[in-house]
């Protein structure tokens, strides 16, 4: 006889699942609860989430916030970009755009600042060189992250976020001083 797709076929057709196969899909559905639980976990408790504050910004009022910052403190220059050494405990203002990070920033070991970061233009990526520090840079939104270096040196500002042509040449520089450094300046500040 003729049969169409629609109609259901006549008895138990196909196989009950088995005792292992039970176990499996109990097995997988238990794991797919664990990884659904650890999302909100790690939102609350994995330490990864950005320290400080976010609100919306113009981008032409974030660059001449930047603007007024680097006229504020600014000691000298790196290659052509301005060099700024802020007071500990200062707001620190970097912009993305392509293809550069400005200005060079000239931060003290073991002290606390609130690093705002935005974009002038398009999406880029902050990755502090050679450290784990990842970050996106968004146009539109200054994002104040309330950091203390702990390592002195120099840390490339790398962009990790594609932005065009120039994304590879997009690179920025934070030098951080030891703490012995810093003394020595204060007694010469004070002689
Ligand atoms: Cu900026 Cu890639």
Redesign the pocket.
């Known amino acids: 006889m003729y049969r169409t797709a629609l109609e259901a076929p006549q008895g138990v057709w196909w196989k009950p699942a088995g005792p292992t196969e039970k176990i499996w899909v109990t097995i997988a559905f238990a794991w797919c609860m664990v990884l659904f639980a650890m999302m909100p976990i790690w939102h609350l408790r994995g330490a990864q989430n950005p320290s400080g504050i976010r609100h919306r910004v113009e981008p032409r009022a974030y660059s001449s916030r930047v603007y007024e910052f680097t006229q504020q403190y600014q000691v000298g220059t790196d290659n052509g970009v301005p060099l700024v050494e802020p007071p500990p405990g200062a707001h620190v203002y970097l912009q993305?755009s392509?293809?550069a990070w400005t200005p060079v920033l000239r931060l003290r070991e073991d002290t606390e600042y609130t690093l705002h970061l935005s974009s002038i233009d398009v999406n880029?990526?902050f990755s502090l060189f050679p450290l784990n520090v990842n970050f996106q840079v968004v146009p539109g939104y200054d994002y104040g992250l309330v950091v203390t270096p702990h390592s002195a040196g120099e840390f490339q500002i790398i962009?990790n976020?594609?932005?065009g042509v120039g994304?590879h040449l997009?690179v920025g520089k934070v030098i951080v001083v030891p703490k012995q450094d810093q003394l020595a300046a204060v007694g010469e500040e004070t002689r």
């Open positions: 993305a392509m293809w880029h990526g962009c976020e594609f932005c994304h997009m």
